[in-house]
């Protein structure tokens, strides 16, 4: 039943900042935690970040705790990824991910967890 749709990728050189938005419907959204997922080119889908429903919490990919920061905005149903000091190892497309599980380590998809399509983001080495 929901939808994610990603945007904000784009070309951006190194060290610049992008800010991605992932925009959510859903009745359920306040109550997922949500995170940004990405895949480099020939790697596998790989955690970025993670926030709570209520958006206190967050967590990080050790890759790009400091650089990156998750937010959100229930109330337009939006999750933000902004993007700083950006470097060509970020080259990827981000996926948005909603209704995620933790695993002990970190928050991961489960069978049920609903996407976007994702949005490329590319670094020129």
């Known amino acids: 039943q929901a939808q994610l749709v990603e945007s904000g990728g784009g070309l951006v050189q190194a060290g610049g900042s992008l800010r991605l938005s992932c925009a959510a419907s859903?009745?359920?959204?306040?109550?997922?935690?949500m995170g940004w997922f990405r895949q480099p080119p020939g790697k596998e889908r790989e955690f970025v970040a993670a926030?709570?429903?209520?958006?206190?919490?967050?967590w990080y990919a050790d890759s790009v705790k400091g650089r990156f920061t998750i937010s959100r905005d229930n109330i337009k149903r939006l999750v933000y990824l902004q993007m700083n000091s950006l470097n060509p190892e970020d080259t990827a497309v981000y996926y948005c991910?909603?209704?995620?599980?933790?695993?002990?380590?970190?928050?991961?998809?489960?069978?049920?967890?609903?996407w976007g399509k994702g949005t490329l983001v590319t670094v020129p080495s």
């Open positions: 991910a909603a209704d995620l599980l933790w695993d002990g380590s970190r928050w991961g998809p489960k069978s049920t967890t609903y």
């Open positions: 859903g009745r359920s959204f306040s109550g997922y935690v």
């Open positions: 926030i709570s429903g209520s958006g206190i919490s967050t």
